[in-house]
């Protein structure tokens, strides 16, 4: 009997899959954390993640052969991006401790409003005037989810939009490291970033005696981070991003349900108006840029 071949859409099925799980990845380990630093200080939980993170990166540079690139991590390129990354999930981690997790995620999830603003004034890209108004859209967007004028406003919303700007900052940085450095050395560079930032809050924080669940539950965490980023990867390479991206938007699903099922937090309906504007200028950005990368690809085209 004849076997059936793949079918040429399926590369397109498998990334979207990966991305739903490095979704679902992200938004546990976010759950797991969030519930660890019950009862450890943010800093103690933010470098034993980090350590373990870091050493499962390397297990996996060591059985792909990346060790030996490991010396470009000191690239300046790199190096500037693992601070801003640092900077940016310690921000993003310290709210996720004191938001509930659906809002911080939606938050987060903000990133792609803060790059097309830096791209314009850093960078000197264009944007049209319907790309503007997405962002408006967008920043409308978090300030429903954050509500600087109701009871779910405090500090630590704010600190959740820097830490959202930094990863901005973050990811333009990534599009001008050399495609030549391998994704897991430059994750591992974060990792190490991220746990000296954690260590240093121990300075003041203080360290609390650690439980085998306190490290069972980090171990997970820096398991299922790790899994996300190779997902992630993994579904980069098998379609375009204008294919994926909108598939990430799953982790909200994900934090909705685990922020409701551990913790009973149910977002009100400014902030569901909030993450549905995030959710429509992002994805209008994803395709505005689809369109853009095609008009640019058939001007270089030679006509037939």
Known sequence: MPTSSPTPRSPARRAIVLMVGAS????????????????????????LRSLIAAA??????RHTGAT????????????????????????????LFHLPLANATAINLAAPVFMTVLAVLLLGERASAARWSAVGLGFAGVLAVVQPTGDGFNAWALLCVTGTL????????????????????????????LGLFGGAMLLWQGWRPVAWWHLALLAAAASLLTSAYLLLIGSLRLAEISLTAPFRYSSLLFAVLLGYGVWGHVPNAWAWAGIALLVGSGLYMVYSERGRSAAAQALTQPPE
Do not use: E
């Not at 938004?27 to 103690?44: E, I, R």
């Open 166 to 193: 930094l990863h901005a900052v973050r990811d333009l940085l990534t599009r001008r490291i050399d495609p030549a450095v391998p994704s897991l050395v430059i994750a591992l560079s974060s990792a190490v970033a």
């Open 56 to 61: 499962l990166i390397l297990l996996v540079a």
């Open 24 to 47: 679902a990845c992200f938004a546990t380990n976010d759950a797991l954390v969030k519930f660890v630093s019950q009862s450890l200080p943010s800093g103690q939980v933010i470098l």
């Open 68 to 95: 030996r690139q490991l010396g470009l991590a000191r690239g300046p390129r790199v190096l500037w991006r693992s601070v801003a990354d640092a900077f940016g999930t310690s921000m993003y981690l310290l709210s």
